[in-house]
């Protein structure tokens, strides 16, 4: 699951849609895996709009990665700015999550991810 | 006509194989007239205006792939369907079988597809995120689906059978009898009407599709395909005001009166 699909998850229980701790779901015990995947600056302009940046910086550090800017790049950032490219490539396009959990911060549960698989399926009780 | 995937190291005795409902969803999305209709919607990024409303890369879900063939052939062929490769494609499935089989099916159609091109333009494809184990939409943020695709359980049964219980949730090597014919009849019940699951999907579609989202559903005539596009344009928009919800058949299959005379609609608003 490459990581860039944190970006789009939430916690599958209908009560924590509506509250702001259930996103970005934070990812433990994760064993990451690298693509080779050749760097395409145009499409990382045009995927950067749909992202949230914010919920991308916490998913950056959470999972050990360089801090990122505070604020999104503009496409002319991007284009003059190779290091902060790199670094979105590697994250956003290469970086698979194969192993361990992601865990909702509103109600505290933990979604496995198995062999690059996340399980968002629920016990009964919680559906 | 676009190569169709190949989905040969599917197991067909626990994942759907693909048939025609599946070829139908393929050839409509592949229409001239879809073809046309998705780039305008999603392509609008043309050089002679250089600074159009960017809304960013369209995130492409089929929901229920089985086999992946249907979301894999959309992925290898962005370019050609979207107008554009940069295009983000995800599937969700309740299945662990049916998202192994698609990550692959996936994989194997974006690298043909890549090898196929590499003399004139390295990237056709889409970009492929994964396969995620869930039901419907339940696991995605609102608002984030752009395109969405469902080949539902269309089959009237007089009951829905009952999720994956934990020990089917995980990829096994050996599954009993009762276990694959449990997870067969996931893929075709549909309960009454065959629209249970088609219900419950249309309810989700005002929270999950973009302001700019689309949706091609499957149905077979038992479905009663005419009144669900009123129920559907009876929607309401979710912000209001502004225009409500269209439903059109926009690709069909087995003209004479069999039972399971198929069509695709498409929603949008």
Redesign the interface.
């Known amino acids: 699951m490459k990581v860039m699909t944190l970006n789009f998850l939430t916690c599958a229980v209908k009560n924590c849609k509506s509250s702001n701790d259930s996103f970005p779901l934070h990812p433990k015990e994760a064993e990451l895996a690298k693509d080779d995947i050749e760097i395409n600056p145009q499409l990382l302009i045009n995927v950067l709009p749909r992202i949230d940046w914010a919920a991308l910086r916490t998913t950056s550090t959470e999972l050990g990665f360089p801090t990122l800017p505070e604020q999104p790049p503009s496409p002319e950032d991007l284009q003059s700015d190779e290091a902060l490219l790199k670094e979105l490539h590697e994250l956003l396009m290469e970086t698979q999550m194969m192993e361990g959990k992601l865990v909702c911060g509103h109600c505290g549960h933990e979604y496995a991810v198995k062999n690059g698989v996340a399980n968002f399926l629920l016990p009964s009780h919680l559906v | 006509m676009l190569p169709t995937p190949d989905t040969s190291h599917v197991p067909y005795n626990r994942v759907y194989e693909p048939a025609e409902d599946s070829f139908l969803l393929l050839d409509t999305l592949s229409s001239p007239s879809e073809t046309a209709f998705l780039s305008s919607r999603f392509c609008s990024?043309s050089p002679s205006s250089p600074s159009p409303p960017?809304?960013?890369?369209?995130?492409v879900l089929e929901v229920g792939p089985g086999s992946g063939v249907v979301i894999a052939f959309l992925t290898a062929h962005a370019s050609t369907i979207f107008g554009?490769?940069?295009v983000?494609t995800?599937a969700?499935d309740?299945s662990?079988f049916a998202?192994?089989a698609t990550?692959l099916t996936v994989r194997k159609a974006v690298s043909e597809a890549e090898a196929e091109a590499e003399a004139e333009n390295?990237?056709t494809s889409g970009?492929?995120?994964?396969?995620?184990?869930?039901?419907l939409v339940?696991?995605?943020?609102?608002g984030?689906v752009d395109v969405l695709v469902f080949n539902p359980p269309y089959v009237p049964t007089p009951g829905l059978p009952a999720?994956?219980p934990?020990p089917l949730?995980?990829?096994r090597d050996k599954t009993t009898f009762e276990e694959d014919s449990h997870l067969l009849e996931l893929t075709y019940a549909g309960g009454k009407d065959g629209m249970e699951t088609t219900d419950r999907l249309i309810d989700a579609l005002p929270g999950v599709l973009s302001e700019r989202g689309v949706a091609y559903i499957l149905l077979c005539a038992q479905n009663k395909p005419e009144d669900v596009k009123g129920r559907i344009r009876s929607m309401g928009t979710g912000t209001g005001e502004g225009e409500g919800w269209k439903a059109e058949t926009v690709g069909t299959s087995g003209k004479q009166a069999g039972w399971e005379k198929l069509q695709i609609v498409r929603v949008w608003r």
């Open positions: 990024t960017n809304f960013g890369a369209p995130l554009t490769p940069h983000l995800t969700i309740v662990p998202c192994a990550n390295p990237s970009q492929w995120t994964s396969a995620i184990q869930g039901d339940s696991p995605l943020r609102p984030s999720p994956p934990a949730q995980e990829l």
